[in-house]
T-cell receptor, first 114, second 113 residues
Framework: DADVTQTPRNRITKTGKRIMLECSQTKGHDRMYWYRQDPGLGLRLIYYSFDVKDINKGEISDGYSVSRQAQAKFSLSLESAIPNQTALYFC?????????????FGPGTRLTVL | GDSVTQMEGPVTLSEEAFLTINCTYTATGYPSLFWYVQYPGEGLQLLLKATKADDKGSNKGFEATYRKETTSFHLEKGSVQVSDSAVYFCALTRMDSSYKLIFGSGTRLLVRP
């Protein structure tokens, strides 16, 4: 079974709709992240969480919110989706801070906003 | 601010050819450097890493050496296979913010039989 899972894998929605993307992990990591991937731009950090009570904005948090329901669950919400939020979204986890710490990524959610 | 620059893709090679994907970075201090790979339809996975100058990361026949004097971390493989077709991302983290991965734009590799 995958260590980091994301649901749904694909979603098509309309402008103005609220949508939630969910992430679960079985790695026992405290740190979790949400990224979006756009063609030619690599991945950019939306939000990150160091534990259940510690949530921080990344470089592109506008238009998004998150919820850390438990150590293993981290959800990303788009309160009112817009077309330029069409992208591939990845959840990731990592162990606590240290040099060269690896992040473990989920399979991604492809979101299309019409 | 910190940044990573990768060569533009796609890179198209024949099987058993030599691969180089260039990566240079801008960062203060001594970042850790990574190569992640994304196979079609999958998430990213760590391919190799190096945490200090002159370190060489290696995995699955791929290698990259942390060159502080040229601020580079080029990915190489002596003989590519069709199964190496994927998108490769160079990335860095800083010691004082090791949670924050800064990615290059990615380089797509296509290996033909």
């Amino acid at each position: 079974d995958a260590d980091v899972t994301q649901t749904p894998r694909n979603r098509i929605t309309k402008t103005g709709k609220r949508i939630m993307l969910e992430c679960s992990q079985t790695k026992g990591h405290d740190r979790m992240y949400w990224y979006r991937q756009d063609p030619g731009l690599g991945l950019r950090l939306i939000y990150y969480s160091f534990d259940v009570k510690d949530i921080n904005k990344g470089e592109i948090s506008d238009g998004y919110s998150v919820s850390r329901q438990a150590q293993a669950k981290f959800s990303l919400s788009l309160e009112s989706a817009i077309p330029n939020q069409t992208a591939l979204y990845f959840c990731a986890t990592s162990a606590p801070s240290g040099s060269g710490v690896e992040q473990f990524f989920g399979p991604g959610t492809r979101l299309t906003v019409l | 601010g910190d940044s990573v620059t990768q060569m533009e893709g796609p890179v198209t090679l024949s099987e058993e050819a030599f691969l180089t994907i260039n990566c240079t970075y801008t960062a203060t201090g001594y970042p850790s450097l990574f190569w992640y790979v994304q196979y079609p339809g999958e998430g990213l996975q760590l391919l190799l890493k190096a945490t200090k100058a002159d370190d060489k990361g290696s995995n699955k026949g791929f290698e990259a050496t942390y060159r502080k004097e040229t601020t580079s971390f080029h990915l190489e493989k002596g003989s590519v296979q069709v199964s190496d077709s994927a998108v490769y991302f160079c990335a860095l983290t800083r010691m004082d913010s090791s949670y924050k991965l800064i990615f290059g734009s990615g380089t797509r590799l296509l290996v033909r039989p």
